[in-house]
Structure formats: structure tokens, C-alpha cells
């Protein structure tokens, strides 16, 4: 129990870097527009850098949204199932997404390991390196799977119980 929260903890502090990174991608964004606009030139290195923070804004924020229950759910099944059967179907999709997760997050590894012993690097305008990128996008897999397990294994040890489903909102 204390992992689960301490996981579940570090999920969300990476879910706030993400916003970080956020902001910071609109204080980059910003003077290259208008760099662009008003004097005809970009600021080099901001496509790239641009880029390289929408990576992490994605694929770090990802375990974040599992752990708040903010990924999009399809819950037709769930309003007219027992609450034993709902839960049986959840304990299912939790595994099917850990198993989807734990694949990507294999193939985001060895990619990222073989980007980081070649020092991969993108040559558009600058030369810019990728490996942290595709590192960010292993540890945002890693801890996406980790959390789904999670969520499985919590389902697996509570009982079965009613969950109301709002048409509009969801499940509550």
C-alpha cells in the first residue's frame, strides 16, 4: 500500500513537470512566432526544442491522467452488469492496457537504449539530440504499465461494488 501511494505520489510530480514543460514550451514558442513575424527569421533551435518538450508533456503526463482516472473510458458495459461482473471487466481491462502498455514500454527501451549508444541526433536546422526524448518516452510507458498493474491488483482486492455511470460525465 505505501508503494502504491509512493508511485502514485511520483505519477502526479511527473504529471506537474509536464505542465511545467507546458509553460515553458509557450515561453519558447512565443518569440520564435514573433521572431518569424516581424523579422523574418527563426530563432534556431526552437523547432527542435519545441519538439523535444511536447514529447515529455505527453508521455509524462500519461501515468499522471491513469492515477486522476482522466483517460477516455467507453462504460456501456458498466450500467447493465452486475457489480461483480463490472468488477471482473475491470480487473480485464486493467490487465489488456497493462499488457498493450508493457509491450510499448519493451520496444520504447530498446529503442531508447540504442538512441542513447549512438548519441542519436536530429539534423534539421541544428543538430539537436533525440536519446532524451526517447528516454522520456520509455519512463512515460514504464510508469503508465506500473500504474495500470497497479489499478489491476486494487481492483483484484476490493470487493465488488455498485458504480453509478453518468451518461455525460462517466463513472462517479
Known sequence: MVLRKWIEQFNLRL?????????????????????RSFFG?????????????LVFIVFLALPAAQVRKE??????LDAVLSPENVRRL???????????????????IVGAME???????SY??????????KIAVACGF??????FLLDMIAEIKQPARA???????GLQ
Not at 125 to 133: G, Q, S
Open 124 to 133: 534539421a536546422v541544428i543538430e539537436f539530440p533525440v536519446w532524451p526524448a
Open 142 to 147: 514504464v510508469l503508465l504499465a506500473v500504474q
Open 115 to 121: 538512441s542513447v549508444a549512438r548519441l542519436e541526433q
Open 71 to 76: 483517460h477516455f473510458q467507453v462504460s456501456v
Open 90 to 108: 475491470w480487473i480485464a481491462r486493467h490487465f489488456i492496457s497493462f499488457l498493450i502498455t508493457a509491450i510499448f514500454a519493451w520496444y520504447s
Open 15 to 35: 504529471g506537474a513537470l509536464a505542465g511545467a514543460a507546458t509553460v515553458l514550451l509557450m515561453f519558447s514558442v512565443v518569440p520564435d512566432l514573433i521572431s
Open 163 to 169: 458504480r453509478h455511470v453518468d451518461p455525460l460525465v
Open 41 to 53: 527569421f527563426a530563432i534556431y533551435g526552437m523547432s527542435e526544442s519545441s519538439v523535444m518538450l
